[in-house]
């Protein structure tokens, strides 16, 4: 079986090939820098994440560049009422996602900011003036004539035949059932920021920009672009619009794009009270790996119910996965191998490749990972496993790990990381109460608690019962239950 997703073009599944050999070009939208992230964005993102990965591990070569939108009508607004440049503004924000991504182990792409690239994004309006497909208004702002181009909503299945020409909408964040020309530049108002081109003061809209960096970094046609749901229209049907206008050639020839999520059974809204930033998620108290595992555990083109239990729940599975992996790596087996876990090993690992080959579907993945976990721990507390099935029980939790990445036992630095982070924004009254609460208490990562018990059982087989005890207490105070059994030690959480 080969990968086989669903292409919003063609609006059916379909089986992946690349144009040139093994080569995957890739390109998706990134974040717009004008805010902190929102777990809406990272659901988007890691799904990105998780396609990027699993391509990757299927054997493809991959070239993958995603957008950092520096420059749009917020970050104009915002930047201007706060009295910084667009680039001291902007500065702040990106580089917050960007750590937030590494919280997440999102792997990052080849970046491209829209500020490096605004002389290409002027030419290539001009080629479009030239052809026909661009016209300049009188306040030197440029506008796409869409009844030019017939396709125009081939992407997003809409009808636009009855489209008044030439009715123009002035703004990037315009009512998404808007069908009017859009615009390419926008010439600079009083007070706001401009750049000097070859067609005038003023600055880009906001799709010219995807268009002209994928483009150049993947060449005219390319394999794969990716975003949420809520680019399709619009964005990704103007992007489509402008650049085959101006090549004649197919743009993409896949997309993909994740559906956004609901929080506790509604649309996320700040009105609401619902809006979550991960900071904010993490000033609660909550691990990154559980946010990650939560956010990738339903299929990208699914709605995400994300609910604060289910939060609870990604924290156990990866704790359970955390524990099988501690207990196969310490436990003392017997030589040799059984033919029942290298058969084991080798289904869970076809199970696994199989469900991400099905349009990505990562809860058939993960519960393929989980049946294997439960039947191998039967087969440790009968006395079954050797050392060989150990090895090879190892390699399907990797090639698991390859792709969800959250088996890393390194949630506390980042914790930490984020409550610094709150202390000298001055918000920890505000939102980083749990979190400090956590830290102070002194609770163990998994990384100390598996650290303390080989050192309880060190001192155990050194007869210094004493100092074993006094381990196995403090473990206790800390809420960690130990459990011995004749293939070692298994620990948990109350």
């Not at 749990?434 to 087989?461: F, T, W």
């Amino acid at each position: 079986m080969a990968l086989r997703f669903y292409n919003t073009l063609s609006g059916k599944i379909e089986e992946f090939r690349p144009l040139q050999d093994n080569q995957v070009r890739m390109y998706a939208c990134g974040p717009t820098v004008y805010d902190y992230g929102h777990i809406g964005n990272f659901r988007t993102f890691i799904a990105v994440d998780v396609l990027r990965r699993f391509l990757r591990q299927s054997g493809y070569t991959l070239h993958h560049v995603m957008n950092i939108t520096d420059v749009d009508d917020k970050i104009i607004r915002n930047s201007s009422r706060d009295g910084l440049t667009v680039k001291q503004y902007t500065a702040k924000y990106e580089k917050a996602f960007l750590e937030d991504a590494s919280t997440l182990n999102i792997e990052q792409p080849v970046l491209v900011r829209a500020t490096d690239h605004i002389p290409e994004m002027a030419q290539f309006i001009a080629r479009l003036e030239q052809k026909g497909f661009a016209y300049r208004t009188e306040d030197g702002s440029y506008y796409f004539r869409i009844a030019k181009f017939p396709g125009y909503g081939k992407l997003s299945k809409r009808d636009f035949a009855g489209m008044e020409d030439g009715a123009r909408v002035d703004v990037d964040d315009y009512d998404k059932d808007s069908a009017r020309d859009f615009a390419l530049w926008k010439s600079p108002k009083p007070g706001e920021a401009f750049w000097e081109t070859i067609i005038g003061r003023g600055r880009p809209g906001w799709h010219i920009e995807c268009s002209v960096m994928s483009m150049r970094e993947l060449g005219e046609s390319f394999d794969l672009h990716a975003g949420g749901e809520d680019l399709i229209f619009p964005h990704h049907e103007n992007e489509i619009a402008q650049s085959e206008a101006l090549t004649g050639k197919p743009f993409a020839r896949f997309w993909f794009h994740a559906r956004f999520l609901l929080v506790e059974g509604e649309k996320m809204s700040k009105s609401l009270g619902n809006f979550f930033t991960l900071r904010d998620l993490v000033l609660k108290g909550h691990k990154p790996s559980s946010i990650r595992y939560l956010l990738s555990s339903v299929p990208y083109r699914n709605q995400l119910n994300f609910t604060f239990d289910g939060l609870k729940q990604a924290a156990t599975s990866v704790e359970r996965l955390r524990n099988f992996r501690f207990r196969l790596t310490t436990a003392n087996f017997p030589p040799g191998a059984s033919e029942s876990m290298a058969q084991l090993a080798r289904e869970t690992i076809e199970r696994m490749k199989s469900a991400l080959e099905d349009d990505l579907n990562t809860a058939q993945a993960q519960a393929a990972i989980f049946e294997m976990v439960r039947k191998a721990n039967a087969a440790i507390d009968s006395g079954e496993i050797r050392t060989d099935d150990a090895a090879k029980l190892l390699t399907a939790l990797e090639k698991f790990d390859q792709i969800f990445a959250v088996l890393k036992d390194d949630d506390v630095p980042k914790m930490n990381s984020i409550l610094d982070w709150a202390r000298a924004e001055a918000r920890e009254k505000e939102i980083g109460k749990e979190l400090i609460e956590i830290v102070q208490s002194g609770e163990l990562s998994d990384a100390q608690v598996n650290q303390k018990i080989v050192e309880m059982e060190q001192a155990r087989r050194g007869r210094n019962f004493s100092k074993s005890d006094a381990i196995r207490a403090e473990l206790a105070s800390a809420g960690i239950v130990v459990e011995n059994t004749k293939d070692g030690v298994r620990w948990k959480r109350k």
